[in-house]
């Protein structure tokens, strides 16, 4: 199974009216060329374990 290691960027998504916070993740054991972007809420959810809370500052607004 795929577990996160670190956030590498953030940023936010607008889909229509909403706007998504999204993390670019490096999975552990798999090579940063692979790193893919995610919804806050689905890493969340999925890895409840994985602290993003220090790292999710977009442009001084904390996207948690």
Same mark, same amino acid.
């Given at each position: 199974? /795929?577990?996160?290691?670190?956030?590498? @960027? #953030?940023?936010?998504? &607008?889909?229509?009216?909403?706007?998504?916070?999204?993390?670019?993740?490096?999975?552990?054991?798999?090579? /940063?060329?692979?790193?893919?972007?995610? @919804? #806050?809420?689905?890493? &969340?959810?999925?890895?409840?374990?994985?602290?993003?809370?220090?790292?999710?500052?977009?442009?001084?607004?904390?996207?948690?």
């Amino acid at each position: 199974m /795929l577990c996160p290691d670190k956030v590498l @960027d #953030v940023h936010i998504l &607008q889909h229509g009216s909403m706007k998504i916070p999204q993390v670019l993740i490096m999975w552990q054991h798999v090579p /940063l060329t692979d790193a893919t972007w995610e @919804d #806050v809420a689905v890493i &969340q959810q999925a890895f409840p374990s994985f602290n993003l809370e220090d790292k999710v500052i977009f442009r001084g607004i904390m996207l948690l």
